[in-house]
T-cell receptor
């Protein structure tokens, strides 16, 4: 079946550090892939997406590349800020609904 | 565009009481989804609708849970009777036809059953 696996958190970084949050998926075919972000007390917001292999989604300095060969969609940012502290969810389009990973908490300190 | 609107934002109720959560999706979106979020289980899909018709309710945990979508602009999730283990944040999300654009989530309803 379809599933998404994210690295377990929390991830704790200092401001301006490099960020990677790993995400791998299992799916039939080539689903669209997404990263969502959830700030404290809020709903999930779409951060970026990629709809086919080798696509790179990007937004607000975050990037993720759809890697078919490794079934991965890792989230990266070159220099994190305190304001990036949030929970990040990887998700895939299962055709009828999105399937989400369990989320990775990022905490950035100044 | 006001986005997906959920009400109430917070609900505290006593065990055994009926709880009704409300959602107004984005105008023109064909699909509506209800999710539950807890620390233990993460995000769980409860039910989703296409064009106001329930398509898959296999995620609804028990018969105490029911959901309706009487028209394209309104949906409810009802728990009757409520139990302490139902305490969670309940999210509604909507999307246009197809999922290539992902969802737009509401701000959620934090339910506490005491």
């Amino acid at each position: 079946g379809n599933s998404v696996t994210q690295m377990e958190g929390p991830v704790t970084l200092s401001e301006e550090a490099f960020l990677t949050i790993n995400c791998t998926y299992t799916a039939t075919g080539y689903p669209s892939l997404f990263w969502y972000v959830q700030y404290p007390g809020e709903g999930l917001q779409l951060l970026l997406k990629a709809t086919k292999a080798d696509d790179k989604g990007s937004n607000k300095g975050f990037e993720a590349t759809y890697r078919k060969e490794t079934t991965s969609f890792h989230l990266e940012k070159g220099s994190v800020q305190v304001s990036d502290s949030a929970v990040y969810f990887c998700a895939l389009d299962a055709g009828t609904a999105l399937i989400f990973g369990k989320g990775t908490t990022l905490s950035v300190s100044s | 565009d006001a986005g997906v609107i959920q009400s109430p934002r917070h609900e505290v109720t006593e065990m055994g009481q009926e709880v009704t959560l409300r959602c107004k999706p984005i105008s023109g979106h064909n699909s509506l989804f209800w999710y539950r979020q807890t620390m233990m289980r993460g995000l769980e899909l409860l039910i989703y609708f296409n064009n106001n018709v329930p398509i898959d309710d296999s995620g609804m945990p028990e018969d105490r849970f029911s959901a309706k979508m009487p028209n394209a602009s309104f949906s409810t999730l009802k728990i009757q009777p409520s139990e302490p283990r139902d305490s969670a944040v309940y999210f509604c999300a909507s999307s246009p036809r197809g999922l290539i654009h992902g969802y737009t989530f509401g701000s959620g309803t934090r339910l506490t059953v005491v």
